[in-house]
């Protein structure tokens, strides 16, 4: 079991799982849970569980749809290779097939670091991070920065294992290199949209955000204790002051800056109509013009109420509509460019998961009448921009948040904007893949309680 994660056996027979400050129930289980619980703390072999009762291979199933678990690796001597920990719920270890004429090469998103006294190799587009236990791996992963066949690698002194390379194969921390123009190969990764991204960009997106990564998230005050923390306005620098004369009368535009709170609960009872959603899209996101530029190829421009890199306007907007007065409950995409919007067919399960992760963030226990999701079609900004491709994504949001804040206070409506975002649920909300557009901000709407 993860080492973070710790087990509580109730005397009604159900197990409750603890880990980052979350409990979550497991379910009521037999007599024999309790023993179980017990082993699977101190680490069972795969083969112990295959074979074990029914209520062993529940208690395992829902710990593993949880991320609670982790495997160890032994070679055929018993000498321990590796420790895989899941990044995503539901992982199970699966093994690629591999051939001794399958050359491999090393993902160009995957790296090696220290994290405590661990030596981690992990990748943002990996299930799985592989805590290594035998030098020798890094010595064939070396190796692997060029392609080698599987052939080849067993000639070295340092191989291993042919099973951990089917393994990080599976996981795509290795790939498979086909063909001729094995660079060309690698900055497709299998697949042409990863070249749009840099390495750094797709590392940023997928641990700042939730889905991709079991790591403590959000306001978990991980340096309270070691360090003292900073006032909330900075100190003054030394030296000589110019005093500014006294401002101007406030405008009507300064005292709606003025008036801008964030909501995170909403009157129900008078829930945002239809009508008010469509001024508030209108106002704030709206196609307002269209243009392109002759001498470039670049897909073209439009002209919205707030501003973007490049006026490259890659940011989508989706909607969870929970409560809405005239609108039918369900998962919907804005289309800025018609003012309409397109009801997808996404699972119910997924969308309560997001209506319920929202509310979570925001520190209250109902759901926003209504979740925008903002997204983003990355190669509209990654095309045209190295290395800051991303950072200028998230400057988008910002501008996009304070244009919903003034537009639902100017409205009389509540809404609130959330730090925390769930890739991997996006994904399956859309069925999109997410590094071809993802969920990059949130912010919840709707009638503020008064």
Not at 157 to 183: I, R
């Amino acid at each position: 079991m993860n080492g973070r994660a710790t087990l509580e056996a109730h005397a009604t027979g159900e197990i409750v799982a603890h880990a980052q400050g979350y409990a979550a129930s497991l379910g009521v289980f037999g007599e024999d849970a309790a023993s179980w619980m017990k082993k699977l703390g101190a680490g069972l072999p795969a083969t112990t569980v295959a074979a074990g009762e029914k209520v062993s291979k529940l208690l395992v199933a829902r710990l593993a749809a949880r991320g609670l678990l982790e495997f160890g690796l032994t070679a055929s001597s018993g000498e321990e290779l590796a420790v895989i920990e899941p990044q995503v719920a539901d992982y199970w270890p699966q093994t690629a097939t591999l051939h001794d004429s399958d050359r491999l090469v090393l993902s160009r998103f995957a790296y090696l670091r220290r994290r405590g006294t661990d030596f981690v190799l992990e990748s943002p587009r990996a299930d799985a991070l592989f805590r290594l236990r035998d030098p020798n791996i890094a010595a064939i992963l070396a190796l692997l920065a060029t392609p080698h066949s599987l052939k080849e690698l067993r000639r070295s002194k340092h191989f291993f294992d042919a099973t951990l390379l089917g393994l990080l194969l599976h996981s795509q921390l290795l790939m498979k290199a086909e063909v001729a123009d094995g660079a060309a190969l690698r900055r497709r990764e299998g697949d042409e949209q990863l070249v749009l991204w840099d390495f750094h960009d797709l590392l940023f997106h997928a641990r700042s955000t939730e889905g991709r990564h079991a790591n403590p998230l959000g306001g978990a005050y991980p340096h309270a204790g070691a360090i003292a923390p900073l006032p909330a306005v900075r100190p003054g620098w030394s030296g000589k002051t110019v005093e500014l004369p006294e401002p101007q009368a406030l405008s009507s535009f300064a005292e709606l800056l003025r008036r801008r709170r964030s909501a995170r609960s909403f009157d129900d009872d008078h829930p945002i109509t239809l009508q008010e959603l469509s001024t508030f899209l209108d106002r704030s996101a709206r196609v307002l013009s269209r243009w392109s530029d002759p001498s470039t190829d670049d897909g073209g421009h439009t002209s919205r109420p707030y501003p973007t890199a490049g006026a490259a306007y890659e940011l989508e907007l989706y909607l969870g509509v929970a409560r809405c007065e005239g609108l039918e409950r369900g998962f919907y995409h804005y289309d800025a460019g018609a003012h309409a919007l397109a009801a997808l067919p996404a699972q119910e399960s997924d969308f309560e998961a997001s209506l319920a992760q929202a509310a979570q963030a925001m520190g209250v226990a109902v759901a926003p009448q209504i979740l925008i999701v903002v997204a983003s079609r990355f190669g509209r900004i990654s095309w045209k921009y190295s290395a800051i491709a991303y950072s200028l994504i998230l400057k988008d949001v910002g501008a996009l948040s304070q244009n919903f804040y003034l537009t639902a206070t100017d409205m009389q409506l509540g809404g609130c904007a959330i730090g925390i975002s769930n890739i991997d649920l996006f994904a399956r909300l859309t069925g999109l893949a997410l590094h071809v557009e993802g969920a990059v901000g949130q912010f919840a709407l709707g009638r503020g309680v008064k």
